[in-house]
């Protein structure tokens, strides 16, 4: 069966320090990959996706920049945060693309991110 | 641009039925997804409507009408473990999007 990891689970970080938060799929192969953001109270906001290797789509412009060096591995990173960063952050993967596939999203665990 | 409107609250009694309406204007549609989010976790995939009718499972059924642009979540005996908040989600023709509705707060009350 198919697992998501998303690390860390919470995580406090300064006003202008890095970010790096990281998420990886398990039990599939060429998964489609996405990083949401989610602020308290708030439908969920689409920020990157990707269908393959080093393929990024980026839907909102901002600080942040995301990764996939490898299949199953989705990186979503800052190298200044702002205090608007804080949110709480999902992966989330799909089966790849496909004439029939239905596009159904399962979600990691989330970390919620406090920026200070 | 996507719309998609849902209600902000709602609240019912333990054992009753409840009906979450979304309504949705995009630019294309590929299917209509709902989800399950208790407070601080991450959404869990409860349906996936893309004709028009209703699609029944166990205690949730959800609905969609295309040519209205609408869709409902229906949950029947209602249980205290249902308080959560429900996301109405929209596919428009790009399979890899996915917008999300800003969610339905429900409350179960004894």
């Known amino acids: 069966s198919q697992t998501i990891h998303q690390w860390p689970a919470t995580l406090v970080q300064p006003v202008g320090s890095p970010l790096s938060l990281e998420c990886t799929v398990e039990?599939?192969?060429?998964?489609?990959l996405y990083w949401y953001r989610q602020a308290a109270g708030r439908g969920l906001q689409l920020l990157f996706y990707?269908?393959?290797?080093?393929?990024i789509s980026s839907e909102v412009p901002q600080n942040l920049s995301a990764s996939r060096p490898q299949d199953r591995q989705f990186i979503l990173s800052s190298k200044k945060l702002l205090l608007s960063d804080s949110g709480f952050y999902l992966c989330?993967?799909?089966?790849?693309?496909?004439?029939?596939?239905?596009?159904?999203?399962?979600f990691g665990a989330g970390t919620r991110l406090s920026v200070l | 641009g996507q719309n998609i409107d849902q209600p902000t609250e709602m609240t019912a009694t333990e054992g009753a039925i409840v009906q979450i309406n979304c309504t949705y204007q995009?630019?294309?549609?590929?299917?209509l997804f709902w989800y399950q989010q208790h407070a601080g976790e991450a959404p869990t995939f409860l349906s996936y409507?893309?004709?028009?009718g209703l699609e029944e499972k166990g205690r949730f059924s959800s609905f969609l009408s295309r040519s209205k642009g609408y869709s409902y979540l229906l949950l029947k005996e209602l249980q205290m473990k249902d308080s959560a908040s429900y996301l109405c989600?929209?596919?428009?023709?790009?399979?890899?999007?996915?917008?999300f509705g800003a969610g339905t707060r429900l409350t179960v009350k004894p």
């Open positions: 989330a993967w799909s089966v790849g693309p496909g004439v029939f596939a239905k596009n159904i999203q399962y």
């Open positions: 409507n893309v004709l028009d």
């Open positions: 039990g599939t192969s060429n998964p489609n």
């Open positions: 990707s269908v393959g290797i080093g393929q």
């Open positions: 995009t630019s294309g549609f590929n299917g």
């Open positions: 989600a929209v596919t428009p023709y790009n399979n890899n999007d996915m917008r």
